[in-house]
């Protein structure tokens, strides 16, 4: 099941390949959206079969280089699946949202579906080397999105994207290969060197080893002062690619703290937790400060990014900072973190669409080229803001569940740490009631360059489409939340067992 799930795409990406050049475009678009869908029935069906609290399931394996202790394993936990429903529906999303687009379609679909094969092989993955592959290749191809069809800079912007994120997946390469020094069999499977601890009482190397994966998982989060490569390859990138950049790629980060740092490497975590919490804060301040500063919106959604997943790292260091704090607050802050994962990937993918509908209408993100929107374009400017307005932790959407349960759980082992984030919030709101209120209301005014239409259409079919299922399924996890905390949270608390050791 995991592995039609994770190759079909690819395989399908191929195939289009084999359809004579003539074909009418409206073919791949379709054939796109097609797969798309069946991928996102097959992650629901996937869902419906798992068991809360029964540990890995649908677990695959066959033999890949046995010589050198890799093998090809995969399987789903309360960790894995959520985000794999994410990627599917997000996939699904980009998919319609290009339904217009005419720009080399066959390659633009080919690739997008290549790359929600690298992203879900990622999130299944239980070999290091696997996760290695699917966390690389999601570079290329991503790569490849920015430059081939984003704006003006975007050559620069995906080399800039491309270099960064490739040299820290060589440190998580290195860091991957001091585990498999140190186990005993050698081995890259995750399972089996969880089960092992093989750095346990070895405070140097496993310093070592979790300066190589923290450094290597931080700059994809990306963190402060890791994320300079994230605001241009944004702004670069068309719509849909800054979506799955967003919504899916920055969680290979976070998900790689949960699945590989914190369970492998728990001595080690423990030691360094309060710099994980210090690098969290940060990273909430300075993004959102300079979200605050900024006159485009795209480049102000895409520093929002860095404050988020600030949240995250806080979290899952608080988790570990002291042993003094509860079970239960530490398992709040766990199952926040991953929550906030899925949260954020909902709602700034939805975001980063909308910011591809005003830059289609009006060719420009500057936000002073616009005002009065909502008098032309009043189903734009309620998407738009009710993404803000979630975005920013309002109670009834999915981000105050997940920040609720990060503050909760942190509020204990980090309480000044966790004070100082909650400014974070307070900054959020400013910027995006200051956007919604300079775009949105006063006289109708759009951008005067050459070229640009004098009318500012409402949304489309297909764009509604796209980001109206995010915005409702943000509204569902605000308001009922169990069907994922369910899943979430014994998958939460077995990662703290282990953190424990």
């Not at 998982?217 to 944004?234: E, R």
């Not at 993404?387 to 509020?411: D, K, M, R, Y």
């Amino acid at each position: 099941m995991l592995t039609a799930l994770v190759f079909a795409p690819t395989a399908v990406a191929l195939l289009l390949f084999a359809l004579p050049r003539r074909t009418a475009p409206a073919v791949f678009r379709a054939v796109w959206v097609a797969v798309s869908a069946v991928e996102l029935a097959l992650v629901v069906v996937v869902w419906a079969g798992y068991e809360p609290g029964g540990g890995m399931q649908f677990e695959e394996r066959a033999r890949w280089i046995p010589g050198a202790g890799v093998s090809y394993h995969v399987g789903v936990d309360g960790l894995s699946l959520p985000l794999l429903a994410l990627t599917c529906l997000l996939f699904l999303a980009c998919a319609l949202y290009s339904l217009r687009e005419n720009r080399r379609i066959r390659e633009f679909a080919a690739l997008f579906l290549f790359l929600q094969t690298t992203c879900l092989g990622l999130f299944v993955a239980l070999d290091l080397i696997l996760f290695f592959v699917f966390f690389d290749l999601s570079i290329v191809a991503m790569y490849f999105v920015i430059a081939g069809w984003g704006h003006r800079q975007a050559a620069r912007a995906a080399l800039k994207f491309f270099l960064y994120t490739f040299i820290g997946s060589l440190a998580l390469l290195l860091g991957f290969i001091g585990l498999y020094l140190a186990s005993s069999p050698h081995t890259f499977d995750i399972v089996e060197l969880t089960e092992q601890n093989p750095l346990a009482g070895r405070s140097v190397y496993g310093a070592l080893v979790l300066l190589a994966v923290v450094v290597g998982l931080a700059v994809k989060t990306p963190t402060v002062p890791f994320h300079t490569w994230l605001p241009p390859a944004h702004v670069e990138a068309p719509a849909a690619g800054s979506a799955i950049l967003a919504g899916v790629l920055l969680k290979m980060g976070t998900y790689g703290f949960v699945r590989i740092a914190m369970p492998i490497l728990p001595e080690a975590w423990r030691e360094y937790a309060l710099v994980l919490v210090v690098i969290g804060v940060v990273s909430v301040l300075h993004g959102a400060l300079v979200a605050l500063a900024q006159t485009d919106f795209k480049r102000m959604v895409a520093y929002t990014s860095v404050n988020h997943m600030g949240y995250i790292v806080l979290a899952l260091g608080a988790a570990a900072a002291t042993a003094d704090s509860s079970e239960q607050a530490r398992s709040l802050a766990v199952t926040g973190a991953v929550t906030q994962m899925v949260s954020h990937g909902l709602l700034t993918g939805a975001l980063f669409l909308l910011a591809g509908v005003l830059h289609e209408r009006g060719r420009t993100y500057d936000m002073g080229a616009y005002s009065g929107l909502a008098a032309v374009a009043p189903a734009f400017a309620a998407m738009t803001g009710v993404a803000a307005f979630a975005s920013l932790g309002l109670p009834g959407f999915s981000g105050f569940v997940a920040e609720f349960q990060i503050f909760t759980g942190s509020l204990g082992p980090q309480p000044l740490a966790t004070a100082l984030s909650v400014l974070g919030i307070v900054l959020t709101a400013g910027l995006f009631l200051r956007a919604l209120r300079q775009v949105f209301t006063g006289p109708l005014r759009l951008p005067d360059a050459p070229g640009t239409p004098r009318v500012f259409p409402d949304m489309r079919g297909h764009e509604s489409l796209s980001v109206v299922p995010l915005l409702v399924l943000a509204v569902v996890l605000g308001v009922a939340p169990r069907f994922l905390l369910d899943v979430v949270e014994p998958a939460s608390r077995s990662v703290l067992e282990l953190l424990a050791r």
